[in-house]
């Protein structure tokens, strides 16, 4: 998932990943249900003025009942 908004500097998305509550928590529990599943990966890529890239690896095996 991409988006062209203001984007975050690492000093803001340290911040929001490291928040208990409030604004950034939907990224945090995303990153949590994700990395619940083996295999699985969850990347944040962000630049001020360039926007957010989030980025979900589902591995084939992983999702198999």
């Known amino acids: 998932v991409e988006d062209d908004g203001i984007g975050m500097s690492d ?5 929001v990943m490291n928040r208990e509550e409030g604004r950034g928590v939907g990224i945090k529990n995303t ?11 969850f990347t944040i890529h962000s ?7 989030c980025t979900i690896f589902l591995s084939k ?5």
């Open 11 to 15: 000093d803001q998305l340290f911040d």
């Open 47 to 53: 630049e001020l003025e360039k926007g957010t890239r």
């Open 31 to 41: 990153q949590r249900r994700v990395m619940a599943i083996p295999k699985a990966s």
């Open 61 to 65: 095996e992983a999702l198999r009942p």
